[in-house]
């Protein structure tokens, strides 16, 4: 009962079923695509900057001057690689170290628990204003004054004992005398 009403959907079971299907064979053949493109890609780069080696018909002196060249090309290219891992672990520690400043610096700060302070519309005026406050507020001066006697006057007193009037009031008699007595006072 307190649950709200679901909508019916406009699509049929089945008809769902059969275009999640679709959905799911799409996305595996985009996958698929997208492995075959970051594969041929590798290759592309791959024969780009490592081109396949001849080494028919080399003697020992240039295959020792070949495997030198190999190695200084290994040596440039690990020493850019710890240069780099060096600069992201710097990036991380320097990262970690903010990150737990600003923790600290959210610890430090705790709010002050607010106490209710009164404070009068001049006070409040002359804080605002400063000194071109010269005008005091008596808010209290424009309120209605109101009459103690006057509210007497109008909700007059029955001092009559209830006991007396059970019987007369009793049945429909009784509440259309109360009804009618109700409204005449109302007028």
């Known amino acids: 009962n307190l649950l709200p009403m679901q909508r019916k959907s406009k699509i049929s079971a089945s008809r769902k079923l059969m275009l999640k299907s679709l959905m799911v064979a799409k ?48 040596d440039v290219v690990d020493e850019e690689r710890y240069d780099i ?35 009068s519309a001049d006070a409040i005026l002359r804080s605002l204003l400063g000194s071109k406050h010269k005008v005091s507020m008596d808010l209290r001066a424009n309120l209605k004054s109101v009459k103690k006697e006057d509210t007497e006057k109008k909700r007059p007193v ?26 005449g006072s109302a007028q």
């Open 27 to 74: 996305a595996k053949e985009e996958l698929e695509q997208e492995v075959l493109v970051k594969e041929e890609e590798k290759q592309k780069y791959l024969a780009e900057k490592a081109p396949p080696l001849n080494t028919g018909g080399f003697s020992l002196a240039q295959l020792q001057d070949l495997c030198r060249e190999l190695h200084a090309k290994i």
């Open 158 to 183: 029955e001092d009559s004992d209830w006991r007396k009037n059970v019987e007369a009031m009793s049945g429909m008699e009784g509440r259309k005398k109360m009804f009618d007595a109700a409204k």
């Open 85 to 119: 891992e060096a600069k992201v672990m710097l990036n991380t520690r320097e990262i970690k170290d903010l990150n737990i400043k600003v923790l600290d610096l959210r610890g430090k700060f705790k709010r002050p628990n607010l106490r209710r302070v009164r404070v």
